[in-house]
């Protein structure tokens, strides 16, 4: 069953998740609410956080990882990676926030990436033809793992083709008291541009409160968009 896909995005008052300090105590401990099983974690957001010089060198051949504490209840994290840029996967499994680590990529992945998710002992699903099928991967992380909940942390590329292709069931938004501005795309919603107002997404809204330092946290359930009804047949 597909889990329950969550976005959660720090954003300032008109939608942009870039250009303002977001408050990462506030951010980080409402995320830590949605006790995710699986943490969705863009490329790009990994590749430009602090770690990113670290992912880009491929360690070789490693070790065999430990047995895992089935008392660990850490998330996993599950990347879509189809451009094969991240080189040291393992370099992941050390960082404290998760117990694994799941690699996505497409099904004409090179097979350079499948042999380093080999050699790195990194589980991995492939499927899609140049990106990743998110709706097969999210199944996947269903059934491998029993995920429940899905937090996705990602900026707005990986949360627009989420979005467009029906995967997401909530979106929380801590919005920051701050304008931005700009003309490039770095929205929480980056997709192409719809031809007709129709295709926007419905919102239900499930909570709003207002935190220190004016900040508002908005969640909202997405409402599944109604399928035409199917053609009655003599
Ligand atoms: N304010 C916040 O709350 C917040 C949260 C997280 C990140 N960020 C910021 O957001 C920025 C990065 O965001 P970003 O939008 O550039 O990148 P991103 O969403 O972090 O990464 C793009 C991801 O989308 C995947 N993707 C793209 N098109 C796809 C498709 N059609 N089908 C399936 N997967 C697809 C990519 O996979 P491939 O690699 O396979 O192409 C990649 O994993 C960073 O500056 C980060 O700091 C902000």
Request: no cysteine; aromatic share 4%.
């Given at each position: 069953m597909k889990p329950r896909v969550i976005l959660h995005n720090a954003i300032s008052a008109?939608?942009?998740?870039?250009?303002?300090?977001?408050?990462l105590e506030a951010y980080y401990g409402l995320a830590g609410r949605f006790h995710e099983d699986v943490t969705l974690a863009g490329s790009q957001t990994l590749l430009e956080s602090p770690d990113g010089p670290a992912?880009?060198?491929?360690?070789?051949?490693?070790p065999e990882p430990p047995a895992q504490d089935p008392k660990d209840v850490r998330p996993i994290l599950a990347v879509p990676?189809?451009?094969?840029?991240?080189?040291?996967?393992?370099f992941l499994r050390t960082l404290p926030y998760w117990r694994d680590v799941f690699a996505l990529s497409?099904?004409?992945?090179?097979?350079?990436?499948?042999?380093r998710f080999r050699r790195q002992h990194i589980p991995y699903f492939l499927s899609g033809r140049e990106r990743?099928?998110?709706?097969a991967a999210l199944s996947s992380i269903g059934g491998r793992f029993g995920a429940k909940t899905v937090r996705v942390d990602a900026g707005g590329t990986l949360n627009g083709?989420?979005?467009?292709?029906?995967?997401?069931?909530e979106i929380s938004l801590l919005v920051h008291p701050r304008f931005v501005g700009g003309m490039?795309?770095?929205?929480?919603?980056?997709?192409?541009?719809?031809?007709?107002?129709?295709?926007?997404?419905?919102?239900?809204l499930a909570g709003n409160e207002t935190l220190p330092g004016g900040l508002v946290w908005l969640r909202y359930n997405v409402i599944p968009p109604k399928t035409a009804p199917a053609p009655v047949e003599d």
């Open positions: 008109d939608g942009r998740t870039d250009g303002f300090q977001p408050d992912l880009s060198r491929d360690p070789g051949n490693v990676d189809s451009r094969d840029r991240i080189k040291n996967w393992v497409s099904s004409t992945a090179p097979q350079e990436q499948v042999e990743v099928d998110l709706a083709a989420l979005l467009r292709a029906g995967l997401v069931d490039s795309p770095r929205s929480v919603f980056k997709a192409d541009d719809l031809e007709t107002d129709e295709g926007a997404l419905e919102l239900n």
